[in-house]
């Protein structure tokens, strides 16, 4: 996930190269660096912090990926403009109310606008929880009314909306033959890895490398698809 969803979007690996070896050594470095930075932060705590105030720590924060969860599901108008804002309003209000305190080792601090003295406990984890959901619910919300849905976003929405009676759209196949693949796929894995996977995927559905019938490719192009992603 994060190979696929930090890395590769940031940089791509050179066409000339071995890719599965940058892809092997890349996913290795990434366990080593998570590892390395729970262990961190396990030194940042020390052991002072029982596990029950880490889990509702860690439960909070995982809530502010909620609002766009179901906005993937039943709000088709929302926006990764507003998902961001949203996101990054809610891990704000979290890192301030839940986060500084438990790293902080603080006792309590004062919030002027509601005069009162926030101290993170088993009582009171739920007012920083609502809190944080309800900044970000709000931020999320108006980004995604007063910004501008990207046409990818519309059809991304469509394809994943609930209930949805429309006729999926179909995307359209830009590839005449098994070889056209091979050569739109060699600019970004070089010609012999964009060749390979394209034969591997045709043994995998039995299809003869002269293969045109539209349905065939399409079959073909997400059997590439499927392949690449692991």
């Known amino acids: 996930m994060a190979l696929n969803h930090l890395v590769l ?16 050594w890349t996913r290795r470095s990434l366990i080593l660096a998570i590892i390395m930075a729970g262990y961190g932060f396990y030194l940042l705590l020390g052991a ?3 596990l029950s105030n880490l889990g509702i720590v860690a439960f909070v924060a995982t809530l502010q990926f909620l609002p766009g969860v179901l906005s993937v ?3 088709p108008t929302a926006n990764r403009r507003g998902y961001i804002a949203g996101l990054l309003a809610g891990i704000g209000v979290w890192v301030m109310t839940m986060l500084l305190p438990l790293v902080g080792n603080l006792d309590g601090f004062y919030i002027p606008l509601f005069n009162v003295v926030y101290v993170l406990d088993d009582t009171s984890w739920h007012l920083a ?3 944080s959901l309800a900044v970000n619910v709000l931020a999320f919300s108006l980004f995604s009314l007063f910004t501008e849905t990207s046409p990818e976003e519309q059809s991304a929405a469509e394809a994943c909306a609930v209930e949805n009676v429309r006729r999926p759209q179909r995307r359209e196949l830009m590839a005449a ?3 056209e693949f091979a050569t739109q796929l060699a600019k970004p894995l070089g010609a012999k890895t964009a060749q390979r996977e394209v034969e591997q995927a045709l043994r995998d559905l039995q299809l003869p490398f002269d293969e045109h019938r539209p349905y ?3 079959r073909l192009r997400d059997r590439i698809e499927a392949n690449l992603s692991g």
């Open 177 to 179: 033959s098994p070889q």
């Open 73 to 75: 599901l039943y709000w």
């Open 216 to 218: 065939a490719l399409r």
């Open 9 to 24: 979007p940031l940089y791509q690996p050179s066409s000339e190269g071995n890719i599965y070896r940058w892809l092997k």
């Open 48 to 50: 002072e912090q029982d």
């Open 129 to 131: 929880a609502i809190a």
